[in-house]
């Protein structure tokens, strides 16, 4: 007897306001187990589907299949078909185009997380173009306010999609990594205030191991060390 590889059921009852989504996502992973165990008969196909779905996803197929039983070479596509239209049901084009309107950018997004946000729900819209609506709605609702600035003073130079995102990923790396230098720099600062004796001079001694410049922590009993390359590292206190 063969052996059959596990592989998740699907439950529809649970998160049931995303269950067209979870279906989408759960046939994705299926397929590309299809394609990694190198399962390409069109039925056995479908019977691993029914298998794996779950006795009541399964009593749902019955419910729902479609009559007669298709041609060979269909039957995957069909049964799938077939559950999808169960647990994606046909969206009205007017209210997913609002949704994707009203999809701003979120405080904790990345860029690329808005992006396939942005995608996923330009899916139930019937765009002539796209690529044009999520640039649009790119420069208008990220949180990159010097993307829009960029645009706005060059807009011949970003009038593709894949423009803006390459635009809008350089200018989101580019603040993390400001972001990180202020804080390194503030953290030194504050260092260097707390360490400054009552003449005005900062403590601190060059270490006679690796040539840095080092002080003591002010919040532990550790000695940080400045190093040349401007990185800065605590150790515990030595003898110089």
Not at 29 to 54: P, Q, S, W
Not at 124 to 149: A, E, G, M, P, V
Request: proline share 4%; charged share 30%; glycine share 4%.
């Amino acid at each position: 007897m063969t052996h059959i590889p596990n592989f998740p059921e699907f439950d529809p009852d649970n998160d049931k306001t995303n269950v067209g989504k979870r279906w989408e996502k759960y046939t994705g992973r299926l397929e590309n187990f299809f394609l990694a165990m190198n399962i390409t008969n069109d039925a056995r196909k479908r019977a691993l589907l029914l298998h794996y779905v779950g006795e009541h996803t399964h009593e749902i197929y019955e419910a729902n299949k479609t009559e007669p039983e298709p041609d060979e070479g269909e039957k995957y596509k069909t049964a799938k078909t077939d559950l999808t239209k169960v647990f994606t049901p046909k969206k009205n084009e007017l209210v997913a185009e609002h949704e994707f309107t009203a999809c701003r950018q979120k405080e904790s997004q990345t860029f690329d997380e808005y992006i396939t946000e942005l995608r996923q729900l330009a899916r139930y819209c019937s765009f002539t173009n796209t690529n044009d609506r999520i640039r649009s709605q790119l420069i208008s609702h990220c949180q990159l306010s010097q993307l829009r600035k960029r645009v706005f003073r060059e807009p011949d130079k970003y009038t593709s999609l894949d423009a803006v995102i390459e635009l809008g990923r350089s200018m989101e790396a580019a603040d993390k990594y400001s972001a990180q230098i202020e804080r390194d720099l503030g953290f030194a600062k504050a260092i260097t205030t707390k360490n400054t004796n009552s003449k005005g001079h900062i403590n601190t001694k060059v270490c006679k191991m690796d040539n840095s410049l080092h002080q003591p922590c002010p919040n532990t009993s550790r000695i940080i060390h400045y190093y040349k390359c401007g990185m800065m590292k605590c150790h515990q206190q030595a003898k110089i």
